[in-house]
T-cell receptor, first 116, second 114 residues
């Protein structure tokens, strides 16, 4: 079974600082994908970044980067130069590619608050 | 491409009533998923369709829950004899491959059972 653990219920960061949101995972599948989603108070889940288990380089998308450490089974999200609009819930999720990526398994989330 | 649409956005119902939610996925996505999210938690998988075939169901999906995807287009999720514990956000997502192109979520239907 796949499991995602996010140990930070809440994070408070000053605007323009970088922030790291932690995510560890557990799976027996040799091939998998890791995702980060942002959920503002309006409720929609916004896809931020993806890392495949066999990708040679860490994923980056604009201000978002994923610090992927396969041996430690961690996939931390780094947001550089945080903005007030980054305040939201952030979810780490995993999908098993071998089974055709049938579903995402989510962590419990981290609430990020950016202070001006 | 207007994204994934869900209707209604909010639903308040009395305990014991039946409710039905609709999801319209992105047109070229053949995979459709339903998730349930309770307050302060991450979304939990309910069921998955590839085209019109329902390929996987979570044990969370009791016999009061049924989902359909006729003709492989839109999907409906029905809850019969609603209970207060059914109060949650119901999220629909669609995907083309389920891989690095991601899963696109709708804005969800928030159900309140009173």
């Amino acid at each position: 079974a796949q499991k995602i653990t996010q140990t930070q219920p809440g994070m408070f960061v000053q605007e323009k600082e970088a922030v790291t949101l932690d995510c560890t995972y557990d799976t027996s599948d040799p091939s998998y994908g890791l995702f980060w989603y942002k959920q503002p108070s309006s409720g929609e889940m916004i896809f931020l970044i993806y890392q495949g288990s066999y990708d040679q380089q860490n994923a980056t998308e604009g201000r978002y980067s994923l610090n992927f450490q396969k041996a430690r089974k961690s996939a931390n999200l780094v947001i550089s130069a945080s903005q007030l609009g980054d305040s939201a819930m952030y979810f780490c999720a995993m999908s098993g590619i071998i089974q055709g990526a049938q579903k995402l398994v989510f962590g419990q989330g981290t609430r990020l608050t950016i202070n001006p | 491409d207007t994204g994934v649409s869900q209707d209604p956005r909010h639903k308040i119902t009395k305990r014991g009533q039946n409710v039905t939610f609709r999801c319209d996925p992105i047109s070229e996505h053949n995979r459709l998923y339903w998730y349930r999210q309770t307050l302060g938690q991450g979304p939990e998988f309910l069921t998955y369709f590839q085209n019109e075939a329902q390929l996987e169901k979570s044990r969370l999906l009791s016999d009061r829950f049924s989902a359909e995807r006729p003709k492989g287009s839109f999907s409906t999720l029905e809850i019969q004899r609603t209970e207060q514990g059914d109060s949650a956000m119901y999220l629909c997502a669609s995907s083309r491959t389920g891989g690095r192109d991601g899963y696109t979520f709708g804005s969800g239907t928030r159900l309140t059972v009173v």
